[in-house]
T-cell receptor
Framework: EAGVVQSPRYKIIEKKQPVAFWCNPISGHNTLYWYLQNLGQGPELLIR????????DSQLPKDRFSAERLKGVDSTLKIQPAELGDSAVYLCASSPRDGGTDTQYFGPGTRLTVL | GNSVTQMEGPVTLSEEAFLTINCTYTATGYPSLFWYVQYPGEGLQLLLKATKADDKGSNKGFEATYRKETTSFHLEKGSVQVSDSAVYFC???????????FGQGTRLTINP
Protein backbone atom coordinates (compact mmCIF):
# COMPACT_ATOMS: atom_id res chain seq x y z
CA GLU A 1 0.00 0.00 0.00
CA ALA A 2 1.39 3.40 -0.97
CA GLY A 3 2.00 5.84 1.85
CA VAL A 4 1.25 9.54 2.02
CA VAL A 5 2.92 11.29 -0.89
CA GLN A 6 4.13 14.86 -0.74
CA SER A 7 5.80 17.07 -3.27
CA PRO A 8 8.10 18.77 -3.67
CA ARG A 9 10.48 17.36 -1.05
CA TYR A 10 12.52 20.55 -0.99
CA LYS A 11 11.74 24.12 -2.03
CA ILE A 12 13.88 27.22 -1.89
CA ILE A 13 12.27 30.57 -2.63
CA GLU A 14 12.87 34.24 -1.97
CA LYS A 15 10.73 36.11 0.50
CA LYS A 16 7.49 37.58 -0.81
CA GLN A 17 7.22 34.83 -3.43
CA PRO A 18 4.30 32.38 -3.41
CA VAL A 19 4.76 28.66 -2.82
CA ALA A 20 2.50 25.62 -2.87
CA PHE A 21 2.78 22.14 -1.43
CA TRP A 22 0.86 19.10 -2.57
CA CYS A 23 -0.27 16.04 -0.63
CA ASN A 24 -1.86 12.77 -1.74
CA PRO A 25 -3.15 10.81 1.27
CA ILE A 26 -3.43 7.06 1.62
CA SER A 27 -6.30 5.74 -0.47
CA GLY A 28 -9.54 5.61 1.49
CA HIS A 29 -8.38 7.91 4.29
CA ASN A 30 -11.04 10.52 4.92
CA THR A 31 -9.09 12.71 7.33
CA LEU A 32 -6.16 14.80 6.17
CA TYR A 33 -3.87 17.00 8.24
CA TRP A 34 -1.26 19.63 7.53
CA TYR A 35 1.37 20.16 10.22
CA LEU A 36 4.20 22.67 10.53
CA GLN A 37 7.48 21.48 12.03
CA ASN A 38 10.06 24.07 12.99
CA LEU A 39 13.66 23.01 13.47
CA GLY A 40 14.17 21.18 16.75
CA GLN A 41 10.47 21.13 17.61
CA GLY A 42 7.53 18.81 17.30
CA PRO A 43 4.93 19.24 14.57
CA GLU A 44 2.02 21.62 15.14
CA LEU A 45 -1.34 21.27 13.44
CA LEU A 46 -2.23 23.87 10.83
CA ILE A 47 -5.46 22.45 9.44
CA ARG A 48 -7.54 19.27 9.49
CA UNK A 49 -9.95 18.10 6.81
CA UNK A 50 -12.77 15.61 7.07
CA UNK A 51 -13.32 14.71 3.43
CA UNK A 52 -13.40 18.09 1.67
CA UNK A 53 -14.43 20.12 4.72
CA UNK A 54 -11.90 22.01 6.82
CA UNK A 55 -13.09 21.21 10.34
CA UNK A 56 -10.19 22.73 12.29
CA ASP A 57 -8.21 25.61 10.82
CA SER A 58 -7.82 27.60 14.01
CA GLN A 59 -4.00 27.51 13.82
CA LEU A 60 -3.75 28.44 10.13
CA PRO A 61 -2.46 32.02 9.61
CA LYS A 62 -5.18 32.99 7.19
CA ASP A 63 -3.62 36.27 6.11
CA ARG A 64 -1.01 34.40 4.06
CA PHE A 65 -1.81 30.69 4.24
CA SER A 66 -4.59 28.89 2.40
CA ALA A 67 -5.45 25.27 1.82
CA GLU A 68 -7.89 23.26 -0.20
CA ARG A 69 -8.90 19.66 -0.58
CA LEU A 70 -10.93 19.33 -3.73
CA LYS A 71 -13.01 16.16 -4.07
CA GLY A 72 -11.86 15.07 -0.64
CA VAL A 73 -8.64 13.43 -1.84
CA ASP A 74 -5.53 15.47 -2.72
CA SER A 75 -4.77 18.66 -0.86
CA THR A 76 -2.74 21.77 -1.54
CA LEU A 77 -1.29 24.17 1.03
CA LYS A 78 -0.28 27.61 -0.24
CA ILE A 79 1.68 30.49 1.23
CA GLN A 80 1.45 33.91 -0.38
CA PRO A 81 3.60 35.84 0.22
CA ALA A 82 6.26 33.78 2.00
CA GLU A 83 8.22 35.30 4.87
CA LEU A 84 11.61 34.35 6.29
CA GLY A 85 9.92 32.83 9.36
CA ASP A 86 8.02 30.35 7.19
CA SER A 87 11.19 28.28 6.70
CA ALA A 88 10.25 24.91 8.15
CA VAL A 89 9.12 21.41 7.23
CA TYR A 90 5.48 21.06 6.18
CA LEU A 91 4.06 17.65 6.93
CA CYS A 92 0.93 16.04 5.60
CA ALA A 93 -0.77 13.15 7.38
CA SER A 94 -3.92 11.09 6.89
CA SER A 95 -6.04 8.72 8.92
CA PRO A 96 -9.00 6.52 8.06
CA ARG A 97 -11.42 8.12 10.50
CA ASP A 98 -11.00 10.79 13.12
CA GLY A 99 -7.48 11.00 14.42
CA GLY A 100 -8.40 10.80 18.07
CA THR A 101 -7.33 7.21 18.49
CA ASP A 102 -6.69 6.09 14.93
CA THR A 103 -3.12 6.19 13.75
CA GLN A 104 -2.06 9.17 11.69
CA TYR A 105 0.23 8.28 8.78
CA PHE A 106 2.74 10.94 7.84
CA GLY A 107 4.35 11.81 4.56
CA PRO A 108 8.07 12.65 4.27
CA GLY A 109 7.40 16.39 4.38
CA THR A 110 8.39 19.38 2.29
CA ARG A 111 11.34 21.34 3.56
CA LEU A 112 10.86 25.03 2.74
CA THR A 113 13.71 27.52 2.83
CA VAL A 114 12.82 31.19 2.43
CA LEU A 115 15.77 33.45 1.57
CA GLY B 1 -4.56 23.36 27.37
CA ASN B 2 -3.02 20.10 26.25
CA SER B 3 0.77 19.81 26.26
CA VAL B 4 3.57 17.25 26.20
CA THR B 5 6.99 17.59 27.80
CA GLN B 6 9.83 15.32 26.79
CA MET B 7 13.24 14.63 28.18
CA GLU B 8 15.71 16.99 26.59
CA GLY B 9 18.26 15.57 24.20
CA PRO B 10 20.40 14.70 22.58
CA VAL B 11 20.82 11.29 24.16
CA THR B 12 23.87 9.21 23.28
CA LEU B 13 24.19 5.56 24.31
CA SER B 14 26.30 2.56 23.48
CA GLU B 15 24.82 -0.42 21.69
CA GLU B 16 22.98 -2.83 24.02
CA ALA B 17 22.44 -0.15 26.67
CA PHE B 18 19.09 0.35 28.39
CA LEU B 19 17.04 3.28 27.11
CA THR B 20 14.52 5.50 28.86
CA ILE B 21 13.07 8.65 27.32
CA ASN B 22 10.79 10.47 29.72
CA CYS B 23 7.47 11.95 28.64
CA THR B 24 4.85 13.69 30.77
CA TYR B 25 1.64 15.29 29.64
CA THR B 26 -1.06 17.73 30.63
CA ALA B 27 -4.52 17.15 29.25
CA THR B 28 -8.18 17.39 30.04
CA GLY B 29 -10.14 14.17 30.01
CA TYR B 30 -8.55 10.90 28.93
CA PRO B 31 -6.18 11.34 26.01
CA SER B 32 -4.62 8.68 23.85
CA LEU B 33 -0.82 8.63 24.00
CA PHE B 34 1.67 7.92 21.23
CA TRP B 35 5.34 7.60 20.48
CA TYR B 36 6.40 8.49 16.95
CA VAL B 37 9.88 7.99 15.50
CA GLN B 38 11.58 9.93 12.73
CA TYR B 39 14.55 8.22 11.09
CA PRO B 40 17.02 10.38 9.15
CA GLY B 41 15.51 11.55 5.88
CA GLU B 42 12.16 9.89 6.54
CA GLY B 43 8.70 10.89 7.73
CA LEU B 44 7.23 10.33 11.16
CA GLN B 45 6.22 6.73 11.87
CA LEU B 46 4.03 5.50 14.67
CA LEU B 47 6.13 3.42 17.06
CA LEU B 48 3.48 2.53 19.66
CA LYS B 49 0.36 3.83 21.31
CA ALA B 50 -1.90 3.40 24.35
CA THR B 51 -5.48 4.53 24.56
CA LYS B 52 -6.36 4.16 28.23
CA ALA B 53 -4.78 4.16 31.66
CA ASP B 54 -2.48 1.22 32.49
CA ASP B 55 -2.33 0.12 28.84
CA LYS B 56 1.11 -0.84 27.63
CA GLY B 57 2.08 -0.15 24.03
CA SER B 58 4.94 -2.15 22.53
CA ASN B 59 6.70 -2.51 19.20
CA LYS B 60 10.20 -3.45 17.98
CA GLY B 61 11.36 -4.03 21.55
CA PHE B 62 10.16 -0.61 22.73
CA GLU B 63 7.54 -0.29 25.48
CA ALA B 64 5.63 2.49 27.17
CA THR B 65 2.93 2.32 29.85
CA TYR B 66 0.13 4.87 30.20
CA ARG B 67 0.36 6.09 33.82
CA LYS B 68 -2.55 8.33 34.65
CA GLU B 69 -1.51 8.87 38.26
CA THR B 70 1.82 10.37 37.20
CA THR B 71 0.60 11.67 33.79
CA SER B 72 3.52 9.92 32.14
CA PHE B 73 4.26 7.71 29.12
CA HIS B 74 7.97 6.95 29.31
CA LEU B 75 9.59 5.07 26.43
CA GLU B 76 11.89 2.15 27.29
CA LYS B 77 13.96 -0.43 25.48
CA GLY B 78 16.12 -3.04 27.14
CA SER B 79 18.91 -3.21 24.58
CA VAL B 80 19.28 -0.54 21.91
CA GLN B 81 20.82 -1.01 18.49
CA VAL B 82 22.62 1.38 16.16
CA SER B 83 19.55 1.26 13.91
CA ASP B 84 17.47 2.84 16.71
CA SER B 85 19.24 6.15 16.15
CA ALA B 86 16.47 8.62 15.34
CA VAL B 87 14.35 11.42 16.78
CA TYR B 88 11.55 10.24 19.08
CA PHE B 89 8.38 12.25 19.64
CA CYS B 90 5.85 11.74 22.39
CA UNK B 91 2.33 12.92 21.52
CA UNK B 92 -1.21 12.94 22.81
CA UNK B 93 -4.57 13.11 21.17
CA UNK B 94 -7.62 14.27 23.02
CA UNK B 95 -10.72 12.97 21.29
CA UNK B 96 -12.45 16.28 21.72
CA UNK B 97 -9.70 18.11 19.84
CA UNK B 98 -8.99 15.27 17.38
CA UNK B 99 -5.45 16.37 16.72
CA UNK B 100 -2.00 15.28 17.82
CA UNK B 101 -0.08 17.48 20.25
CA PHE B 102 3.62 16.68 20.13
CA GLY B 103 6.54 17.12 22.48
CA GLN B 104 9.67 18.78 21.18
CA GLY B 105 11.38 15.50 20.28
CA THR B 106 14.43 13.69 21.66
CA ARG B 107 17.34 12.89 19.37
CA LEU B 108 18.86 9.49 20.14
CA THR B 109 22.26 8.38 18.87
CA ILE B 110 23.49 4.82 19.44
CA ASN B 111 27.19 4.20 19.04
CA PRO B 112 28.54 0.75 18.13
Amino acid sequence: EAGVVQSPRYKIIEKKQPVAFWCNPISGHNTLYWYLQNLGQGPELLIRYENEEAVDDSQLPKDRFSAERLKGVDSTLKIQPAELGDSAVYLCASSPRDGGTDTQYFGPGTRLTVL
Amino acid sequence: GNSVTQMEGPVTLSEEAFLTINCTYTATGYPSLFWYVQYPGEGLQLLLKATKADDKGSNKGFEATYRKETTSFHLEKGSVQVSDSAVYFCALSNQGAQKLVFGQGTRLTINP
